[in-house]
């Protein structure tokens, strides 16, 4: 029956359009209102395949960032140019738009698992668990469901893992990148660290501009460039390479150990 449809991971389409249609309406003033949500580069969503699209993005929040994304893109492919105005958007949305998520972070709650819903594909975390640091290898299941998504539709991954700015990108997106050979389209958030608390569910502080750049897709050689080269270009389209510390007021870096490599570049 076409009202109990499903996608690839079992989730009821129809309810999925009523959260997606709930959770963008309570949430819009977060991008237009109490903050605004300075947009650039939306014409470059319109241009996409339906599928096997991969979105590189740096984190500063653990949902406002990808609610944002969600928000650009669905006014994006209802007609809107750099512009998430008349949220009317929502009652068209792409319903095959996925993001990678940690699996302890969207089971952490109610409103996380309301989320994981809309779109979530929850992985194990290598390198990390409960605040501590581990090591254990990757779940085939957790690639098997990427790879998955990657076919129904798009897909939103933070390739540093965690919300921290200039931490390394760890190889499993560029390993992704060779198995499945998604067009690649880099995004650079920023304002949102600024505007909400680190989980993104509060608004911490009004007034900020907040900024949504979506680049054009990476060229990549699939068959040839190495899991390194595709790192750095990642790191650098996403601007999270060392260098771009270069340009980073110093007030907004996070660590003592980040402004002492500010200081390095600034020195060199």
């Known amino acids: 029956m076409a009202l109990f449809r499903r996608n690839p991971f079992g989730h009821i389409l129809f309810l999925k359009r009523i959260l997606i249609l709930v959770v963008g309406a ?10 605004e949500l300075q947009i650039e580069g939306s014409d470059i969503i319109r241009d996409l395949p339906p599928t ?24 994006s492919l209802n007609g809107r140019e750099d512009s998430i105005r008349n949220i009317g958007y929502l009652w068209r949305p792409k319903l095959n738009v996925y993001y990678v998520a940690a699996k302890e972070t969207m089971q952490s709650g109610l409103l996380p698992r309301i989320l994981a819903y809309v779109g979530a594909i929850t992985v194990e975390r290598t390198w990390r668990a409960k605040g501590q640091d581990v090591k254990r ?15 129904d539709g798009w897909v939103i991954t933070f390739p540093q893992g965690t919300t921290k700015s200039f931490k390394p990108v760890r190889k499993g997106t560029a390993h992704i990148i060779k198995a499945h050979k998604p067009i690649v389209v880099p995004i650079v958030i920023d304002g949102f660290r600024r505007s909400f608390d680190k989980k993104g569910l509060r608004v911490k ?64």
């Open 26 to 35: 309570v949430t819009h003033r977060r991008y237009r209102g109490f903050n």
């Open 205 to 268: 502080k009004k007034g900020i501009l907040q900024s949504l750049v979506i680049k054009e897709p990476l060229q990549i050689d699939y068959e040839n460039e190495s899991i390194e080269s595709i790192v750095e270009k990642i790191e650098f389209a996403i601007e999270q390479h060392p260098s771009f510390l270069k340009v980073i007021p110093p007030e907004e870096i996070e660590t003592e150990k980040e402004l002492d490599k500010l200081r390095e570049w600034k020195v060199d």
């Open 137 to 151: 290898d990757v779940n085939p299941n957790d690639t098997e469901n990427i790879r998955e998504a990657l076919d």
């Open 52 to 75: 096997n699209v991969l979105f590189i993005s740096n984190h500063q929040t653990y949902f406002a960032d990808v609610v944002a994304m969600f928000h650009v893109f669905y006014a």
